[in-house]
Nanobody
Framework: QVQLVESGGGLVQAGGSLRLSCAAS????????MGWFRQAPGKEREFVAA????????NYADSVKGRFTISRDNAKNAVYLQMNSLKPEDTAIYYC?????????????????WGQGTQVTVSS
């Protein structure tokens, strides 16, 4: 079993930055792909970013390319999402997810393990 706990969410003004963290425990974290997804009120959950187990491959949603950066520290069993130039439309609950899948999938159904989420609110 894998447990994921997100932190770092909060309220920030448009143009500001936040860094989300996800702490993982259980199983072999370093061999799992890690992803971030988000869900805004009234909308479906959407892919944000993913990183391969070795950190050498990443995948980003077009809406966050150039603004968000995903990274991981396997020694600390952690994955991070640095979010810069935040916009009001980035407001959502952000979820960390992990999977033994290969590659850096952007589909939520490829991720069997999920955290509880952390709220990010960007004011205009």
């Amino acid at each position: 079993q894998v447990q994921l706990v997100e932190s770092g969410g909060g309220l920030v003004q448009a143009g500001g930055s936040l860094r989300l963290s996800c702490a993982a425990s259980g199983r072999t974290f370093s061999r799992y792909v890690m992803g971030w997804f988000r869900q805004a009120p009234g909308k479906e959950r959407e892919f944000v970013a993913a990183i391969s187990w070795g950190g050498d491959s990443t995948n980003y949603a077009d809406s966050v390319k150039g603004r968000f950066t995903i990274s991981r520290d396997n020694a600390k069993n952690a994955v991070y999402l640095q979010m810069n130039s935040l916009k009001p439309e980035d407001t959502a609950i952000y979820y960390c997810a992990t999977s033994p899948s290969t590659g850096v999938p952007g589909s939520s159904n490829r991720y069997p393990y999920w955290g509880q989420g952390t709220q990010v609110t960007v004011s205009s």
